[in-house]
């Protein structure tokens, strides 16, 4: 455990080494019971590193017709950026915790919403992103030793070397996974991480867009806990940052999502009453896309 003297005396971390999931809270209800934010989080204001999370279109439905289950459809843009070049978002993972409207909780005799993440975009299954390429060389040194005999008696020896040396190119690619967790059989946890592609030293893609299709029980309120967690340049000393990152760790309000609300957002030609074809990857995984993320297959580790 670090003590007051290396605080004091400073030391090398990744900035967000910190989960930024506990301590002040960062973006506020205004009012309490604002209803589907636009802003979900934005930080580092006074910071040369920048992390939004925007609330880009939520709406409410139903599967498969009017008498099915309820639905949301929600979309949320990202964008992280750094101001310093030599020091860049190497990775980052985020995600959302679905669960009851908790400011009615008086109420015990209102239906329970249960939302349930039953698909969401991208990286459903683990991808490579943006590919680079490099040029690696492999040397490699020969040896030959020659003896010569006259009358079977060995002469001397005489050796030849030299080196051989080989080139190839070598595919890097930066990684893009996601999850869920569960609780009593109810998905009520989606997650994303990027990782980034660390033999080139370059950055996380800095802009991408997140899609969740959420199945509930009912049209009541329900919310969303959001989280996220970067990493970002290393050699920064805490007693430099402790003011804007690691001292001042940071919670969001809860987004409140109410289904008799209108849609926000452009989603042109989604219907809300068959959010249920939705399902199918290819459909969400199309709203989710964003220009410069190119994704180039399933890859893992």
Known sequence: MLSQEDFARGFDRDIFEASLDEGVIRERNDPLDEVQRSVITDR????????????RACIHGNMAGETSSPASLILVDYQLQSLKSDKVFTAVTTGFTFSEYLGNLSNETKDKSLPTVIAYAPFERPVKLNQSTATEGTTQNAQ?????????????SAGFGGEKTSSHEQKYFEQ???????????????????????SQGSEITPQFRVAMLVERKSNAKFQADFKIAAKAGVGYKVQEIKDKWLYKTAIDDPIIFDPSKGPVGDLEGIDPLQLGKLKKRERLESLSFVPGLEMLGEGGN
């Open 176 to 198: 893009g996974r996601a999850g869920r967790h569960f609780d009593h059989g109810r998905a009520h946890v989606v997650w994303w991480n990027l990782v980034s592609n660390k």
């Open 144 to 156: 030959m030793t020659l003896e010569p005999e006259v009358g079977g008696i060995k002469i001397g």
């Open 44 to 55: 580092g204001a006074t910071s040369d590193y920048k992390v939004q999370a925007l609330l």
